[in-house]
C-alpha cells in the first residue's frame, strides 16, 4: 500500500511539470491542479496514479494492485487520502528542469503516456 501511495505522489508531481515546463521551482495550488486533474503520473519506483476532477485518484501498485483515494489541495501543498488506512499525508511539489516533479517526500514524479 505505502507504494500505491508514494506512486500517487509521485504522478501527482508529474502532472503539475508538464502543465508548466518552463516554470521551475515550488509549483502553487493552482499549477498543482493543472498538471493533476485527468492525467496518469508515473513514480520513479514504477508505480502510477490516475487523478480526477473529482478528487478520486486510482493507485497501481508495481505488484497490478489498485487502490482508489482521494486527493485535495491544502494551499500549496497536494494531499492524499487511500481508504485502506485513512490516513492523509499532505507534500509540496516542486517543478524540475527537466519536467519530472520533486515531492516533499523524495519522490520524482513522471507524467505517463
Same mark, same amino acid.
Not at 501511495?5 to 508538464?18: D, Q, Y
Not at 503520473?41 to 486510482?58: C, M
Given at each position: 500500500m505505502r507504494g500505491i501511495? $508514494? *506512486?500517487? $505522489?509521485? &504522478?501527482? &508531481? $508529474?502532472? &503539475?511539470?508538464?502543465s508548466n515546463e518552463n516554470q521551475t521551482g515550488p509549483m502553487n495550488g493552482e499549477r498543482i491542479k493543472a498538471a493533476l486533474e485527468g492525467?496518469?503520473?508515473?513514480?520513479?519506483? #514504477? *508505480?502510477?496514479?490516475?487523478?480526477?476532477?473529482?478528487?478520486?485518484?486510482?493507485?497501481? #501498485?508495481?505488484? #497490478?494492485?489498485?487502490?482508489? #483515494?482521494?486527493w485535495r489541495l491544502d494551499g500549496d501543498r497536494y494531499c492524499q487520502t487511500i481508504p485502506a488506512d485513512g490516513t492523509e499525508g499532505c507534500f509540496t511539489l516542486e517543478m524540475q528542469k527537466d519536467g519530472t516533479i520533486r515531492v516533499s517526500n523524495g519522490s520524482i514524479l513522471t507524467k505517463a503516456g
Open positions: 501511495v $508514494i *506512486a500517487a $505522489i509521485a &504522478a501527482t &508531481a $508529474i502532472l &503539475a511539470a508538464c492525467a496518469t503520473w508515473s513514480s520513479s519506483s #514504477g *508505480a502510477s496514479s490516475s487523478y480526477r476532477a473529482d478528487g478520486t485518484v486510482t493507485n497501481k #501498485g508495481t505488484n #497490478g494492485e489498485t487502490a482508489e #483515494g482521494k
